[in-house]
């Protein structure tokens, strides 16, 4: 009778080990690269909202009428006394209907861009254009409008520290802003 050998320590009960457990996407690509493509994308996110409210404004102050001009003077003149005029536009309903429609045009421009776009595909327009994606840490997937809101509104959490949030993903293992590490995501290329 042949006798079957206990299996090793390294292998009990016979069965191979078990595959590793799935994760976030890895993180190709260097942090200074990826971080000159996120902001290139949002360089071009950004342009359509500026034009959008620049040309609101533009119909709004070119409607003006200059009403109302107060004037003050104090002490003379011509011994280094100090004189100012400061004149107030007055705009008019066509100016004020533009510039009210423009603005929600921007508005509703960013919404979608950053909020559906960007929520169900992971990519912006700028974000698609320069290959990257905004992915769920966790899943890998696309995060959904509302995270994609979230993460933008969170974006001023980057920005009320003198902007240094916005300079971590050059430096933090993920690339992660704090908008992304409180949100759980990353920036990956596509």
């Known amino acids: 009778m042949t006798e079957v050998p206990p299996p090793s320590p390294q292998d009990p009960g016979g069965y191979p080990p078990p595959p590793p457990a799935a994760g976030a996407p890895g993180l190709p690509g260097g942090n200074f690269e990826i971080w000159l493509r996120r902001v290139g994308a ?104 509302g995270m994609s809101v979230v993460r933008q509104i969170a974006h001023f959490l980057d920005a009320v520290i003198c902007y240094i949030g916005f300079l971590l993903p050059l430096f933090t293992a993920k690339r992660q802003t704090i908008a992304d590490m409180l949100v759980k995501t990353v920036v990956v290329p596509k």
């Open 42 to 145: 949002y360089i071009i996110d950004v342009i359509p909202v500026a034009l959008l409210s620049g040309i609101g404004g533009g119909i709004a102050g070119g409607t003006a009428t200059t009403a109302d001009c107060i004037g003050e003077s104090y002490g003379d003149p011509m011994t280094g006394g100090m004189s100012y005029m400061s004149c107030q536009p007055e705009y008019t309903g066509v100016g004020w209907a533009a510039y009210i429609l423009f603005t929600l045009a921007a508005i509703a421009f960013a919404v979608w861009n950053w909020g559906l776009k960007q929520g169900t595909t992971g990519s912006s327009i700028g974000k698609g254009l320069l290959g990257i994606r905004v992915l769920g840490e966790a899943t890998g997937q696309p995060i959904g409008f």
